[in-house]
């Protein structure tokens, strides 16, 4: 049996011993590619995160690795070719979480994507990508897009283009880069808050609150990274201004949409994907503004019926309605407030702040371009701390060795096994049933009937973790009210 209060001071002692070189605050995509990459360079890191790690916007996704073709039709071509070349370096380092996917986007007479703009478009997709794409772009007729796609919506159809990006698994990627952080000798705290951080010295002193164990200690640390997604404007020192957009995504059973690649539907400017992943297929994403508290986001009517009349207008007899929607997730885009435009229009460029000495905010940004962003935060805090350079590995060092991911983990869910749950309480830092089955697993996406998984999987979990029959229940009843 797994002793967590002792594994929990262990970590404690640890954070709160030693001073470290830089404290993560956020264990999203940001902050577990800024500890692989602080460690990989010798630093002495600790990341604490107040949730579950991957528990923001990092698991709410549309799970794709991308360019971004929409980023190119708006003229931001840095971007593009910045994330592309990420996709690539992604693909080789983390192969597991990287298949190539093609994507198919059918032209309109009158749509506001003329076929012969997008024809010229994935060309220029594919230059950025070095000419290295992970598969050649390609232009459809009208009668080779109707072969490629069931009964796509038929009037008006000009053709379309065939062109790729790739499908990962968003928690799975903040997971196992943390796997790797740790293995590195980063500190893992999940369940840890950050709630105060004041200038001390050379560096700054913090107070964490380890959640579970419902105590508080100090971390002194030379830097402070703040990577805390939607929450970044939280605490006083920040000095990140968002504009939070709310993106729902729905999942449905792959017979009700018998897609072989992706599908671009388009709505007005905006578009929308459906993304076949396995037995199912996701469908997304709605883009509006959110105002409301970070913690009541949750996928509401409307935006399902959005998602819903997308799909159906560009698959009118697939007729999918609301009993066929399996699961759905809601995520809140930290996007860097500027000017006015629509959600849609707002840049998903990063930014990378000192606003004092030693306290580095960090926000905004794409999963696609996590590796960079920490690349570029983990050279300012060697600067700011006054070592020589470190050449940065991460280009090129594989994210796990194979060993470590065999069966293990990918892009689809695990088996459902008690080895593999074990797996996630001792090398994964799970803690909760929500951590196994919607983070680590996904099974509370992909599985309809999922009840039965979770009753199974919160009895190893008792088994494991010591709890006796009442956790047992509150663990499932916390599940239900997490996620429904
Ligand atoms: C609907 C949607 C679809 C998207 N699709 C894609 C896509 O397909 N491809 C792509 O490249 N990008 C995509 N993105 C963008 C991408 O998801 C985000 O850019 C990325 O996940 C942001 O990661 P993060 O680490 O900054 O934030 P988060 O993942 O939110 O992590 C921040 C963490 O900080 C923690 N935290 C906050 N305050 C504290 C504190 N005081 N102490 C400790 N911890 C704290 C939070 O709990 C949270 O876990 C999408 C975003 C959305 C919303």
Redesign the pocket.
Known sequence: MLDLDKLRALQADALGGQPLDVLI????????GVARDAALRGLRAGL???????????????????GGLRYLAQGRLGLVYE?SREKRILYHIAPHLAEPLAFVFPTYRGSGWPHWKLRAGVKIYDLLCGGQNLGPSSSLTADELRRQLPQPKSQGLTGGVRYFDAL?N?ARL?LDTLRSASRQGALVANY????EARPAGPGWQCT?RDVLAERSYEVAARCVVH??????Q??PQSSIRLRL?????LVVERRRLPIADAVVMARGSRILFAIPWRERVIL????TDYQGPIEALRTEPADVDYILDAANDAFPSAAIDRTDVVSTW?????LIAAGRGGPSDIS?A?LIRCSRPGWID?????????RLIAQQVVDQVIRHLGRPPVACLTARLPLLEEREVAGLSGIGPPEITEKIVEHYCREEWAVHLDDVMVRRTGWHFYYRDRRPIAEQAANWMAEILGWDQSRRDAELARWQEQVH
């Open positions: 605050v956020g264990g999203g995509i940001v902050g577990a604490v995160e107040q949730q579950d790690l991957a528990s923001g916007t990092s698991s709410r996704t549309s799970r794709l690795l991308h994330a990962t968003d903040v840890t808050r950050l709630e964490v990577a805390a997604g939607p929450w970044a939280r605490l957009t709310k993106g729902v995504h997304g994403t709605t883009d809601a995520g809140l885009r930290p998903r990063h960090v926000a905004g940004g794409k999963l696609t371009t996590y």
